[in-house]
């Protein structure tokens, strides 16, 4: 499999099994990552964000716009363009060099418990606009499974890793994933 980081820096050595300080950065593994299931991931988030952005941008929003989808837009538009260009680039450059998984590292500067429930309000948050894609309000189409297991996963290896320092765990698609 390929290694890649996300932020560039030196490689790191192998996780210890013990959380990091408040003051050392927290570096994330993310094992076996199926990069058609990441592409996949990156066109919805970018599809979703998009809906969003426009929804957020709406003079006054229509009157049967639901409230909550009205104030995730506003929450979502403009504050995920940074993240969504995370691995875009190793990843894809993995493709075209015919792998098929890829070990991507994440590095958090200063690790710490808001730092992980703010991942888990994002995923929480996007777990809702799912359900406005199930429900046609969107016009995106709801993520395959496969997508939402590997959205959860990257949440849940993000707090096992920074908070609990536990071993990172290979990605498995599984429609039961933990909770986070």
Not at 57 to 66: C, G, R, S, T, V
Not at 77 to 99: C, D, I, K, L, P
Not at 122 to 143: K, N, Q, S
Request: proline residues 8%; charged residues 25%; contains cysteine.
């Amino acid at each position: 499999m390929e290694t890649s980081r996300f932020d560039g820096a030196e490689p790191a050595s192998e996780a210890t099994g013990t959380p990091p300080t408040g003051t050392d950065p927290a570096v994330v593994h993310f094992l076996g990552v199926p990069i058609d299931a990441y592409l996949a991931l990156q066109e919805w988030n970018d599809a979703v964000v998009r809906e969003c952005e426009l929804i957020a941008a709406l003079e006054p929003a229509p009157a049967d716009m639901p409230a909550r989808l009205l104030e995730l837009a506003i929450r979502l538009s403009g504050r995920f363009a940074a993240a969504r260009e995370g691995y875009r680039e190793v990843v894809a450059e993995a493709r075209a060099g015919g792998t098929t998984h890829v070990e991507l590292e994440g590095r958090w500067p200063q690790p710490s418990e808001a730092s992980v429930e703010a991942a888990v309000a994002f995923l929480a948050m996007m777990e809702e606009l799912d359900d406005y894609c199930r429900i046609g309000v969107l016009l995106t189409e709801p993520p395959m499974p496969v997508v939402a297991d590997l959205r959860r996963w990257f949440v849940t290896e993000m707090r096992a890793q920074v908070l609990l320092g536990d071993a990172p765990t290979p990605f498995r698609e599984s429609g039961d994933r933990k909770q986070v």
